[in-house]
């Protein structure tokens, strides 16, 4: 058949993770008139992130004429399910798919005054963090502003957790602490976070949102000013020759400027403290000094401070601090005024504690190998 006589068929554009301006626009391609467009937008978007409705023949306040329009031209699919897993400990694990090798891990972490939900930014990783599995997996690319939304979708699927259902609110904060560097990813995550917090989308306080980065300094200040969650820092040590090795990012922003970054944060104050995330790996940054100079590292900051037991995954060149010496580490933190819980490991035994999330198929490392590149590279720990 001459392919000039072939009837071309219809582009289908996925209307989840599009601002109101994009599906306006989108709208008005398709045929509906300008007078209409911003009425038809304020539906969609009540039935897609409020009600969670999959089925345009489902929105039931739409004209039919409107619904085959909708039909022919736009989708509400999520991402597919490949794998669903739930720890002993409650917490679940999706590995979803949105293409050929286009792969990412969301993790649920229930707890009883909340739960958290543990976003991707991105498929795979560029930064090469030595104790992070997620380091291990080569970056393939960024995730849309549709594959960041379609996880929380996905999961407040799986959870039951839209307002029609009656069991709303199982998810109460999310974290953009999955695979990848969510500020190497800026405008995707920009723009998907837009729409979580968005009152009449998603509808998360900004508070209730949490950004996490391994000090990516040039961005910190932007994302405080346009995305305007908290903030997280992925620190894991207070000298730059330790930081070095297990956050390589650190030889391009050292610490002094990643503080700095933190001290010139947009809304900063006790009521928006930054997060330092810092792992507690067994005779690497874990002795009482270090915990000095963790303390006086963020001296004037409004911080709490994360210690993170480190997660094993196969092949990982570390060990986790023996717990008497984390309580020790702590007690440090805390007596000079900083609030230091120490994080629960959850999802351990389906590897989807922090740390751990990897979405191709696992590739051992020599636990040897690993070992000795630690020991060539990394100072030991402050006496």
Not at 119 to 140: K, Y
Not at 338 to 356: K, L, N
Not at 367 to 373: D, E, H, N, Q
Request: glycine letters at 8%; hydrophobic letters at 40%; proline letters at 5%.
């Amino acid at each position: 058949m001459n392919p000039e006589l072939q009837t071309s068929q219809p582009q289908i554009l996925q209307a989840i993770g599009l601002s109101t301006a994009e599906l306006k626009a989108a709208l008005e391609a398709v045929g509906v008139p300008a007078t209409a467009s911003s009425m038809r937008v304020r539906q969609l978007w009540n039935w897609i992130y409020v009600h969670g409705v999959r089925d345009f023949r489902a929105m039931t306040n739409l004209a039919k004429g409107f619904q085959e329009i909708l039909e022919t031209h736009f989708t509400v699919t999520r991402p597919e399910i490949v794998t669903e897993q739930i720890s002993e400990d409650g917490t679940r694990k999706w590995l979803l798919r949105t293409g050929p090798g286009i792969e990412f891990e969301t993790v649920y972490i229930p707890e009883e005054d909340r739960g958290t939900l543990c976003v991707s930014s991105q498929v795979g990783c560029t930064l090469n963090c030595r104790f992070c599995h997620t380091g291990t997996q080569a970056l393939v690319r960024n995730l849309t502003p549709y594959e960041i939304v379609g996880q929380i979708m996905v999961a407040r699927d799986a959870l039951g957790d839209w307002p029609s259902t009656g069991e709303y609110r199982r998810i109460t904060n999310v974290v953009m602490m999955g695979m990848g560097e969510p500020l190497y990813n800026f405008e995707n995550v920009k723009a998907a976070l837009a729409i979580v917090a968005d009152g009449d989308g998603l509808a998360l306080s900004r508070r209730r949102i949490t950004l996490s980065t391994a000090g990516v300094v040039p961005m910190i200040h932007r994302a405080g000013e346009e995305i305007g969650s908290m903030l997280a820092i992925s620190l894991h040590a207070a000298r730059d020759e330790v930081r070095d090795v297990l956050v390589p990012l650190n030889k391009k922003y050292n610490i002094k400027e990643l503080m700095q970054a933190c001290r010139d944060y947009p809304g900063l104050s006790n009521a928006r403290r930054i997060t330092f995330e810092y792992v507690m790996l067994k005779g690497i940054n874990d002795s009482l000094a270090d915990a000095r100079a963790l303390v006086k590292l963020i001296g004037g900051i409004p911080a709490k401070i994360n210690l993170i037991p480190f997660n094993p995954w196969p092949g990982s060149p570390y060990e986790c601090s023996d717990w008497d010496q984390i309580e020790k580490f702590a007690d440090v933190v805390n007596r000079a005024g900083y609030a230091s819980p120490v994080r629960t490991p959850r999802g351990r035994d389906i590897m989807a504690a922090c740390g751990q999330l990897k979405s191709e198929s696992v590739k051992l490392r020599a636990s040897a190998r690993g070992a000795a590149l630690v020991a060539a590279e990394l100072p030991a720990s402050l006496d």
